[in-house]
């Protein structure tokens, strides 16, 4: 754990960004919700300038969105059209993802990988009654497939990946504590993990596919 000595040296960006991520965790900002810099400003008593930082970071991440004349505001919820609709181009994409990163493995990636898998694993068990432990799962799942996509060597798809990745991370946020299916999620990303160790890129397209069509049938199931 960093000493508090340690997070005072951190930026005041950095800082707000982790403060307003773990509000929008723990459900304390709604979707849609306005974010007033002056009032963030008073209410986390800082100056706005870090604040500004922190906000289009997370305008980066897909979490929060700016609108001229309007300012900044939570992300809005998906429509259940939009969330099949993100998840039919995942099902078409990440496999061939899988395919090509099969094709180009070395241990480094490999380790990294597995790390990946491990902690999601660790943090699946409180995924969906802790706050932090949703967090950690939320991290490990995006890192996992952002490893595949980096190590699939093809631009073009990486680049269509990380378009996506904005809205993957609202879809990940709005799942909510109780709703991640993180126990379910942490054996199919070791399934994936151990088709990519084998080397058998076919193996590693299906079992990406059978991952993505499990997260979506457990999502039409809450």
Not at 116 to 124: G, N, Q, R, Y
Not at 145 to 169: C, K, P, V, W
Not at 191 to 197: G, H, K, M, R, W
Request: proline residues 4%.
């Amino acid at each position: 754990m960093p000493s508090e000595a340690h997070k005072k040296k951190r930026p005041l960006a950095d800082q707000m960004y982790d403060v307003l991520l773990d509000q929008f965790m723990a459900g304390k900002r709604a979707p849609g919700e306005p974010l007033n810099i002056g009032a963030l400003s008073r209410e986390l008593e800082v100056s706005q300038t870090p604040l500004r930082e922190a906000l289009a970071r997370l305008e980066h991440t897909g979490l929060v969105v700016r609108e001229a004349l309007k300012g900044y505001r939570v992300a809005p919820m998906f429509s259940e059209k939009e969330i099949d609709k993100l998840m039919d181009a995942r099902i078409v994409l990440e496999p061939a993802l899988a395919y090509e990163t099969c094709r180009r493995t070395t241990p480094e990636f490999l380790d990294e990988l597995r790390q990946a898998v491990d902690e999601l694993a660790d943090s699946a068990d409180l995924a969906d009654t802790e706050s932090r432990s949703f967090r950690s799962y939320w991290a490990a799942d995006d890192r996992f497939h952002a490893l595949i996509a980096q190590q699939s060597d093809n631009q073009f798809l990486e680049t269509a990946y990380r378009s996506l990745n904005g809205q993957m991370q609202r879809f990940r946020l709005f799942s909510k504590l109780g709703n991640t299916g993180a126990g379910h999620a942490a054996k199919e990303h070791r399934a994936v993990y151990e088709a990519l160790v084998e080397g058998n890129p076919e193996i590693a397209a299906i079992r990406m596919r059978e991952h993505l069509q499990s997260a979506n049938r457990r999502r039409k199931q809450r």
